[in-house]
């Protein structure tokens, strides 16, 4: 969870920490299930997590990045 989403620190780090995937989790879950997360992470997915054949925010992340310059060259009248 990120900070900025909490009107104040009180509330935050009331359940900073509580919601962590983890390896664990992955195993215990419905085999097949995908990870998406928009990035950066801040704790909620760990890093043993990432080579998960499920796990697509890097990938998500990765295509983000042409979505975002397709829309600048778009609004800029660059295309």
Known sequence: MHFE???NSEDYEKVKG???INR???NRAKKGIIILHP???VG???TDVDD????AY???AH???YVRMALLALITGRT
């Open 5 to 7: 989403r909490f009107e």
């Open 18 to 20: 509580a919601y962590i």
């Open 24 to 26: 664990e989790m992955i």
């Open 39 to 41: 990035l950066p992470r």
């Open 44 to 46: 909620e997915i760990s």
């Open 52 to 55: 998960y054949e499920g796990a």
């Open 58 to 60: 890097f990938r998500q």
């Open 63 to 65: 295509n983000g990045l």
